[in-house]
C-alpha cells in the first residue's frame, strides 16, 4: 500500500469539504489560537492533551467563536470544553436556538 492512501487511511477526515461550516469554522480558529496548521487539528483531540493548550488559548478560541457567530459562550459551556468538537457542539446549537434558549439549558445544566 502506498504511504498516500495509508495516511488518508489514518486520518479522521482528509478534506476540509468532508466537514461541515462549524467545524472547519472550529478548524480554523483553534489552528489559529494555537499556531498549529489547520491539517492537524481533529476533532475529538484533547486541547491540554494533544495540543498543550492552556486556559487562556481557549478562552481565547471561545472569544473568536463568539465574534464569529454573534452569541455568548457561557462560563458553564466553557468549563465542559475539551476539545474542538465541544465547541462545534456548542456553536451548532446556539445556531438552532435562540440565546434565551440556550441559556435556559445552561441554568438546567447547573441545577
Given amino acids: 500500500m502506498s504511504s498516500i492512501l495509508l495516511l488518508t487511511m489514518a486520518c479522521e477526515r482528509s478534506f476540509p469539504g468532508d466537514y461541515t461550516p462549524s467545524e472547519q469554522k472550529v478548524i480554523e480558529i483553534t489552528a489559529r489560537v494555537l499556531g498549529q496548521p489547520v491539517e492537524q487539528i481533529r476533532l475529538e483531540q484533547d486541547y491540554r492533551r494533544e495540543y498543550s493548550a492552556d486556559e487562556l488559548e481557549i478562552v481565547e478560541i471561545a472569544l473568536f467563536l463568539e465574534d464569529e457567530y454573534a452569541f455568548t459562550i457561557s462560563d458553564p459551556e466553557l468549563d465542559g470544553v475539551r ?29
Avoid: G, L, S, Y
Fill in 83 to 111: 476539545t474542538p468538537a465541544d465547541f462545534v457542539r456548542i456553536v451548532d446549537r446556539h445556531r438552532t436556538q435562540p440565546d434565551t434558549q440556550a441559556a435556559d439549558n445552561d441554568k438546567n445544566h447547573e441545577q
